[in-house]
């Protein structure tokens, strides 16, 4: 088991770096977007889609963190007011449905990286959609993990220190 937690805290840790590295590109991005169509007038066609992606790909990267430090879904009164045994019966609805929930953006995720690396993306032509796509099952399986973690060795600081 130990091993199954130093593996995800590696890969939550790795995508918690990497959704804060696309935070920095969407936003460095969108102030040269600004910056280029307002003073320079002579917008760039591939920043709009540069901040696009690093966006989704920020998201689908900062919810394992999210996951993992128990922080997703949350049902705060009925767990406070509740005791241990209906406490762990609300772990176990809420992290299988979101497994249920990361298992289907897994599997579609999967399914539309696959169709969509035919389609082009404007302004890189040289790239396809499935880059943008593949934030899907990346982020899926890396939160997959994070909730199977939480839901063995549970985190709830939010809850620890509210009053």
């Known amino acids: 088991m ?28 969108g102030l040269y ?11 760039a066609e591939w ?5 696009r992606f690093a966006l989704i790909w920020m ?9 993992r430090q128990g922080a997703m879904v949350c049902v705060d009164l009925l767990y406070r007011k509740s005791g241990p ?12 449905s979101c497994l249920l929930l ?10 539309y990286t696959w169709r969509g690396r035919f389609q082009t993306i404007a302004g890189f032509e040289s790239l396809t959609m ?4 593949a934030a899907l099952p990346v982020g899926g399986a890396f939160s997959i993990l994070a909730i ?6 549970p985190r709830r600081h939010d809850l620890e220190t509210a009053q």
């Not at 091993?3 to 590109?25: H, N, P, S, Y």
């Not at 045994?85 to 299988?96: K, M, P, Q, S, T």
């Not at 990361?102 to 399914?111: P, S, T």
């Open 85 to 96: 045994r209906l406490r762990r019966a609300l772990d176990l609805v809420v992290a299988a």
């Open 47 to 51: 920043s709009e889609v540069s901040v």
């Open 130 to 133: 499935s880059y943008a796509y």
């Open 148 to 153: 199977l973690a939480q839901w063995f060795e």
């Open 2 to 29: 130990t091993l199954f937690f130093a593996i995800e805290r590696r890969t939550t840790d790795f995508a918690l770096w990497c959704a804060v590295a696309m935070l920095v590109v969407a936003s460095v991005v």
């Open 33 to 43: 977007q600004i910056l280029a169509r307002f003073v320079l007038l002579q917008p």
């Open 102 to 111: 990361m298992g289907l953006i897994l599997w579609f995720g999967l399914d």
């Open 59 to 67: 998201v689908f990267l900062g919810c394992p963190v999210a996951f």
